[in-house]
């Protein structure tokens, strides 16, 4: 399998090219094109109840789309919004990835989709998150371009603004200043981590991008 | 007639130069700046001819605009004007040469010259309605330059053999190549589960031309974050 990433950081999207029995998995809805031969099966995420119960809740969708080819070619996956397409190889500790930032991955990888507790709730950004371990090939999509860092010192960020992390990092969520602060100020919840490891960021909030545009409605 | 693409990638935009005596039609709306001496005529009427007909057909069936501008030098200088789509993304010039039409779909097309008629086509039904709920696409004939633009970057691909592409992503193909509304997986549950549903099949030889990104998965996700008009 080669995963050709182009067109970012305005217009990501990534060319998946599979020899004769390879099979990726995409996001559902993510394919634009595809050659002859790819055949489109579906996979359900973490089980039939946590999928029906995650579509319910989150609206995020309940099943992956399961591509495969019966002879060499290709599927390409773009992202629903403008941005960054951006491909990470997982192994060991796994990745753990928010709502919408999974475009594909390899089938040798486990996405379990994971209650982020009553604080993932606050965070504006769907009550789950995804937990994705094994050994195989991820690849992100981000609203903007992707920001990587490695923290090792507690550091902020806006949940709006976040993509992944590793899962050595620690999250608490606060509100930037006070309940009434947030509020008002539209700047949404932060996440402070701490810990050590990486974690990647988009650098456009699309949450903020809907609430400009509402101003306008 | 010189028809230039500057500022290629995410916000491309067109230039048009006529000399004396030619025209270019262009949806109404494109437009966005144009020479002193640019002569510009707005009807529902396209150059191929057609009346309030064919622009309730564009405008109802097609995704394209009721109203139609025709440009042309006023006086016996050149007149150049530029053409902008809406959203953000790139442009292409198709050169069509008389001998292979092509069709646009979604709303891609932006203008032409004047040896290019214009017209729309009905897909049927069942394409119709299936393949993105356009009824009709745009079929443009003749000889000339022609617009097209897309959302993200354009990707022209030779097809030989067949090819399926979500209907979001279909910006213009030549008529050369056949193709059909199928279901996107062998089964209707995995069909719809997939998200994707309905695709459409191309098979023959010919180009085609897809964009990067959908205008409609963008408007479905942004949708319901606005409130209601």
């Known amino acids: ?217 | 007639m010189n028809v230039d693409i500057l500022h290629q990638g995410l916000f491309a935009t067109a230039e048009v130069t006529l000399a004396p005596g030619e025209q270019f039609v262009s949806e109404s709306g494109a437009l966005y700046r144009g020479s002193p001496n640019l002569n510009i005529e707005t009807s529902s009427r396209a150059l191929g001819g057609g009346g309030i007909l064919s622009g309730l057909k564009r405008a109802m069936f097609a995704r394209e605009s009721f109203f139609m501008s025709t440009y042309a030098s006023r006086d016996g200088s050149p007149a150049s004007f530029g053409l902008s789509p809406t959203l953000p993304g790139e442009m292409q010039v198709v050169q069509l040469d008389g001998a292979v039409n092509w069709i646009c779909a979604g709303g891609s097309y932006v203008g032409s010259g004047t040896g290019v008629t214009i017209d729309t086509q009905y897909q049927g039904l069942v394409k119709g309605l299936l393949g993105g709920g356009n009824l009709m696409f745009m079929k443009t004939s003749g000889t000339g330059p022609m617009l097209v633009s897309g959302f993200g970057r354009l990707i022209e691909i030779e097809v030989e053999g067949s090819l399926t592409i979500d209907n979001g992503h279909l910006v213009a193909f030549q008529d050369s190549l056949q193709f059909s509304v199928t279901k996107a997986a062998k089964g209707w549950m995995a069909s719809f589960f997939s998200g994707e549903m309905f695709a459409c099949r191309f098979t023959g030889k010919g180009k085609l031309i897809a964009q990067s990104h959908s205008p409609t998965a963008f408007g479905g996700l942004l949708g319901p974050r606005l409130p209601e008009r």
């Open chain 1, 1 to 217: 399998m080669e995963i050709k990433l182009n067109g970012n950081p305005d217009f990501g999207e990534a060319e998946v090219h599979l020899a004769s029995g390879e099979s990726i998995l995409a996001e559902a809805g993510a394919m634009s094109r595809m050659s002859d031969g790819i055949d489109l099966t579906t996979k359900l995420l973490g089980g039939f109840t946590q999928s029906l119960l995650r579509k319910f809740l989150t609206q995020e969708s309940l099943v992956m789309g399961r591509y495969t080819a019966q002879q060499p070619g290709y599927v390409a996956l773009a992202p629903r919004y403008p941005g960054t397409v951006l491909q990470q190889q997982v192994s060991g500790q796994g990745l753990i990835l928010t709502g919408g930032a999974l475009l594909a991955c390899s089938e040798n990888l486990q996405i379990k989709p994971r209650f982020g507790g009553v604080r993932q709730i606050f965070s504006g950004e769907g009550a789950f998150i995804m937990q994705c371990t094994g050994d195989g090939s991820l690849v992100l999509a981000a609203y903007g371009a992707v920001v990587e860092k490695q923290v090792d010192r507690p550091f902020t960020v806006d949940t709006g603004h976040l993509v992944a992390w590793e899962p050595s990092l620690e999250y608490r969520i606060k509100g930037a200043g006070g309940i009434k602060q947030t509020l008002l100020s539209g700047e949404g919840l932060t996440m402070e981590f701490s810990g050590s490891g990486r974690i990647w960021l988009q650098s456009r909030n699309l949450g903020g991008f809907t609430h400009w545009l509402r101003k306008y409605c």
